[in-house]
């Protein structure tokens, strides 16, 4: 028998018979999932459900035949394809937009240790703790004034601004604790403020940027209380502005707004997957260093 055998073999064992509690923390994960997953299902359930059988049977009845009419109702009565255009250039550009600001913010601050370094970080937490709400009339006053309401660049502006913010706090305390030593050493080597940003800090936070422009995009993607105030106009809405029009005062098809819903969840579920693996590597990374 190879010496340290019964070991390894005791080692393995352990690590796939954990007892008891891995499995109750396992159903639990499950029983979670599975609850978040309800208000989807019934959505799904509603969305393929004519009006008729949602009037008599209620939104937890099954549908009596496949009805398809509500999400042909919402594409065309809401212009679809124009609101998922404005949504995706908004997002998109807010996502690299807000990932560019918040590189350079956080590169003066946690690498070139401006003066007042942690005043200005506790600035851009507190401005990241703000409600919109509370800037609403601000920044409607000034796109007035400006001349940019109503118009996806001043959509663009804002939360560019509001994104960054959080970007800057996070970038900053990553990059006040970087080695020092690297960017001694750039420095001996004759490397310049730009060469330092491209050739040695942005290699190590390529995975934190991703990780940030995935949140970025879907974050902007699901805003919606700004996109309303900012844009009347039916040619600059966005999808989820585009989805609350279809309620009325008094009026209310609840199968085309459960199909719209549907289809407007469809893209930013696909942006999540396409990036799934991206967001993962972002995380791990994070959690190593």
């Known amino acids: 028998m190879i010496p340290g055998a019964p070991v390894h073999r005791r080692r393995v064992r352990d690590r796939h018979h954990r007892g008891a509690s891995r499995w109750v923390v396992l159903a639990g994960v499950t029983v979670g999932a599975l609850v978040m997953l309800v208000p989807f299902v019934f959505m799904l359930l509603n969305a393929f459900k004519s009006p008729g059988d949602y009037s008599s049977g209620g939104p937890l009845s099954w549908p009596t035949a496949f009805y398809p009419q509500g999400l042909r109702t919402y594409w065309s009565a809401v212009d679809f394809p124009l609101k998922l255009w404005n949504s995706t250039l908004i997002a998109g550009s807010v996502a690299v937009l807000g990932v560019v600001v918040s590189l350079f913010n956080a590169y003066a601050l946690g690498i070139g240790r401006v003066r007042g370094r942690l005043w200005i970080v506790g600035v ?59 960017l001694e050493a750039a420095a001996l080597d004759g490397a310049g ?97």
Do not use: C
């Open 193 to 289: 403020t730009w060469t330092v940003l491209w050739r040695v800090v942005l290699p190590h936070l390529r995975p934190t940027l991703a990780v940030l422009l995935v949140f970025f995009f879907i974050w902007t993607w699901n805003e919606f209380l700004i996109p309303l105030v900012m844009l009347i106009d039916n040619q600059t809405q966005t999808v989820p502005v585009a989805l609350a029009s279809l309620q009325g005062d008094r009026l209310m098809d609840a199968p085309t707004t459960n199909a719209g819903a549907l289809i407007s969840l469809v893209p930013a579920i696909l942006f999540f997957l396409i990036f799934q693996r991206t967001l993962a590597r972002g995380i791990t990374a994070g959690a190593e260093k």
């Open 124 to 182: 851009f937490l507190l401005a990241n703790m703000l409600p919109q709400e509370a800037l609403v009339y601000p920044l409607y006053h000034v796109a007035k004034e400006v001349g940019l309401y109503n118009t996806r660049l001043s959509v663009i502006i804002i939360f560019t601004v509001v994104q960054s913010a959080f970007g800057t706090y996070l970038l900053a305390s990553v990059l006040g604790t970087f080695p020092r030593a690297l």
